[in-house]
């Protein structure tokens, strides 16, 4: 896939156990729409990518910060009720959905009653 700086190779992460989780999943971005579109078909995302151009809200979360243009890549965690469980600023990107996962068996997220597809 094409993205801004060149072609990379996309490859699944099967068995992350996310699925498992009674949870709402999206990334967010600050890349413009179409290329977040482009990124999730090659992707093959089961979740939207939501843009944020402007970076409103990566400024209100705290991710875009002093002179740093690029956003960081933290995971956040809010509960049903709306409030922060946990951030998690060290993420791996390739064990991150097998992270996420564990971070939501330890925080004592519900399962989902059926699994995700």
Same mark, same amino acid.
């Given at each position: 896939?094409?993205?801004?700086?060149?072609?990379?190779?996309?490859?699944?992460?099967? =068995?992350?156990?996310?699925?498992?989780? !009674?949870?709402? /999943?999206? +990334?967010?971005?600050?890349?413009? %729409?179409?290329?977040?579109?482009? #990124?999730?078909?090659?992707?093959?995302?089961? #979740? %939207? /990518?939501?843009?944020?151009?402007? @970076?409103?809200?990566?400024?209100?979360?705290?991710?875009?910060? =002093? !002179?740093?243009?690029? %956003?960081?890549?933290? +995971?956040?965690? /809010? =509960?049903?009720? =709306?409030?922060?469980?946990?951030? !998690?600023?060290?993420?791996?990107?390739? +064990?991150?959905?097998? !992270?996420?996962?564990?971070?939501?068996?330890?925080?004592?997220?519900?399962?989902?009653?059926? @699994?995700?597809?």
């Amino acid at each position: 896939m094409k993205l801004l700086r060149g072609e990379f190779e996309v490859k699944a992460q099967k =068995g992350s156990g996310l699925d498992a989780y !009674d949870v709402q /999943i999206f +990334t967010a971005s600050c890349d413009q %729409p179409a290329v977040n579109k482009r #990124y999730a078909a090659a992707l093959k995302l089961d #979740y %939207p /990518i939501l843009s944020d151009v402007k @970076k409103d809200v990566a400024k209100a979360y705290g991710v875009v910060h =002093g !002179d740093r243009k690029v %956003p960081e890549r933290w +995971t956040f965690y /809010i =509960g049903k009720d =709306g409030k922060l469980l946990h951030v !998690d600023r060290k993420v791996s990107a390739r +064990t991150h959905a097998a !992270d996420v996962a564990m971070k939501l068996k330890e925080l004592g997220v519900a399962k989902a009653k059926k @699994k995700r597809k």
